[in-house]
């Protein structure tokens, strides 16, 4: 709206699935801290439904999910298509994680807008973040 | 008139949680529409209750938030819920991590929680709490529960956005000198010993009741041993914190006579 606005980037990082591995998921929301934004850490064990309501809620920029046991592809489709639903089509979606390259396309057609896999520097995806929300 | 604002705010008015979400949004970020917004927000008739919830970091303020929130929606009453978490004063970042201890009640639609960094304010609090506070109030909350950082001994703005305020406490805390000193008992109208399971909670139980016995600045004021995570004592943590309730309803109806 106004271009004189404090704009502070507020981020969600959440698990969904049944995945019980969330030190990933934790460096990545310490780091984003570290690069300046508001991180709302929301755990693991999550559905689709959960993180959704909680990214409204909160009014994220961006929703960062962590997968590492295989079901992304079931899971994050699934979130952009509730987000777009319930009002949170504005929303970035950015994934990390175990995500095979042969992957990649199809979760970026379902509308996730980066992959970031074991290794990626945090500055990068802070970068990333940065540069591709949207104005709402 | 600002067209967008309006809408955002008739949007909320009639129960939508994404406007009442970038509405805060707004307010948090000092938006040069504050004035409009809280224009349009005339404060409805019935207040929603409102419980802080603050003491010691990682004392277990947002396990009870959480706990007490389930009391409320079997009473059906709905809750909303702003979690304040600090900001880094060196980056300006925060994590927010409240929100991970309510996750029963996220699909609950009579339950909006709001998680709220303190972007450069030190009383425990943020600046936009109070504004934040009424759109969730207008949004049609009965219960307001705010939960503070983690605080010390100088936090105490809970005090002025509360009816009633819950210190949380826990075993290791400190002796009667600590006891003494300003910004703990002294605002607290219910005084919560959590973990009460871990050695020497019934010490520090004893030193806070002789405390009270020569606290003049507040009358009424209660010690309560919980273990919010093992459900034990929250029960009686929130009738008492209802008898409050009422005891204020009563308190402003015979005001408004």
């Known amino acids: 709206m106004g271009s004189t606005e404090l704009k502070t980037i507020r981020v969600l990082i959440a698990k969904p699935g049944l995945d019980g591995h969330d030190r990933g998921a934790k460096v990545i929301a310490r780091g984003l801290k570290d690069a300046g934004m508001e991180v709302i850490y929301l755990g693991l064990r999550l559905t689709p439904e959960q993180i959704v309501e909680a990214a409204i809620q909160e009014d994220v920029d961006a929703v960062g999910l962590s997968s590492l046991s295989g079901a992304h592809l079931a899971l994050f489709p699934k979130i952009v298509e509730l987000l777009r639903s319930k009002g949170g089509e504005k929303i970035l979606v950015v994934v990390g994680g175990i995500i095979p390259k042969k992957d990649f396309a199809v979760l970026k057609e379902a509308g996730v807008s980066g992959i970031f896999g074991p290794g990626t520097p945090i500055p990068e995806i802070a970068k990333f973040i940065q540069e591709n929300i949207q104005e709402k | ?257």
């Open chain 2, 1 to 257: 008139m600002n067209q967008k604002i309006k809408i955002l705010v008739d949007r909320m008015l009639s129960g939508d949680k994404p406007s009442l979400a970038r509405l805060i949004s707004l307010i948090e970020r000092e938006s040069p529409e504050v004035p409009e917004i809280m224009e349009l927000v005339s404060p409805s008739q019935l207040q929603p209750y409102r419980v802080g919830i603050t003491g010691l970091a990682g004392a277990g303020k947002s396990t009870l938030v959480n706990k007490l929130t389930s009391f409320y929606r079997k009473q059906n009453l709905t809750v909303g819920i702003i979690a304040v978490d600090p900001s880094s004063v060196i980056t300006g970042g925060a994590v927010l991590g409240d929100r991970i201890r309510m996750q029963q009640h996220y699909l609950d639609e009579g339950v909006f929680i709001r998680s709220m960094a303190t972007r450069g304010c030190y009383g425990g609090l943020c600046k936009a709490v109070e504004d934040a506070a009424k759109l969730i109030s207008v949004s049609g909350k009965d219960i307001l529960i705010i939960e503070t950082t983690g605080i010390g001994q100088t936090e105490t703005e809970i005090t002025k956005v509360a009816d009633v305020v819950v210190m949380v406490l826990t075993p290791g805390f400190g002796d009667s000198i600590q006891l003494m000193k300003a910004g703990i008992i002294e605002i607290a109208d219910i005084i919560v010993v959590n973990k009460a399971d871990i050695e020497g909670a019934d010490i520090l139980v004893n030193e806070i009741r002789n405390e009270l016995k020569y606290s003049t600045r507040k009358k009424d004021q209660l010690v309560m041993m919980v273990q919010a995570s093992n459900d034990i004592g929250v029960a009686e943590l929130f009738e008492e914190i209802e008898k409050k309730r009422l005891e204020n309803n009563l308190e402003e109806r015979i005001l408004k006579c």
